[in-house]
């Protein structure tokens, strides 16, 4: 089956770690992304991709990282910069600049 | 003013209603546009691009009015099945398309 898997669903972290989120994709698509979804707002992009080995800032890169060293593969670090990490993260990816199709995403909570 | 924006809602409609929902966007040189819907806690998913012709799938119909900067989603005989968040999607042009989501209307269609 084709698709965009995300891992975990629900993570757990406490104040001052940094966690890894997990996107992996084999639909051959070169461009990946990351968002955050926050109750009563909009999808925010963290960073985006378009090849391996390069990415790009988004809208709320701050307290975040990522890397891109596979085309399928793509995880996000959510850093202790970070101030309010707790949200929804999903993954995207898709063919350059055409429509974009999500994993199921992850739910961060810091404790 | 918000680059894509959506009545939040919840529209209660009741089954076999037709609904229309509307975003408005800012950037007039936006290129694509799209509709995706999402079920809670659940990752979006594409429902249907916009095309300037307008189109239609089945009981979704779409459209675009680039005069008055707005896209529209219509549903025909509303299904209970049909309840969920619709988030509105604007593609902007040049180097990175940058894609805008809308907070997305909610839809709940009543027995």
């Known amino acids: 089956d084709g698709g965009i898997t995300q891992s975990p669903k629900y993570l757990f972290r406490k104040e001052g770690q940094n966690v890894t989120l997990s996107c992996e994709q084999n639909?051959?698509?070169?461009?990946m992304y990351w968002y955050r979804q926050d109750p009563g707002q909009g999808l925010r992009l963290i960073y985006y991709s378009q090849i391996v080995n390069d990415f790009q800032k988004g809208d709320i890169a701050e307290g975040y990282s990522v890397s891109r060293e596979k085309k399928e593969s793509f995880p996000l670090t959510v850093t202790s910069a970070q101030k309010n990490p707790t949200a929804f993260y999903l993954c995207a990816s898709s063919w350059w600049n055409n429509e974009q199709f999500f994993g199921p995403g992850t739910r961060l909570t810091v404790l | 003013r918000k680059e894509v924006e959506q009545d939040p809602g919840p529209f209660n409609v009741p089954e076999g209603a037709t609904v229309a929902f509307n975003c408005t966007y800012s950037n007039s040189a936006s290129q694509s546009f799209f509709w995706y819907r999402q079920d809670c806690r659940k990752e979006p998913k594409l429902l249907m691009s916009?095309?300037?012709s307008g189109n239609e799938d089945g009981r979704f119909t779409a459209q675009l009015n680039r005069a008055s900067q707005y896209i529209s989603l219509l549903i025909r005989d509303s299904k209970l099945s049909d309840s969920a968040t619709y988030l509105c999607?604007?593609?902007?042009?040049?180097?990175?398309?940058?894609?805008?989501f809308g907070t997305g209307t909610k839809l709940q269609v009543i027995p």
């Open positions: 639909l051959n698509h070169d461009a």
């Open positions: 999607v604007v593609k902007g042009a040049g180097g990175y398309q940058k894609v805008t």
């Open positions: 916009v095309y300037s």
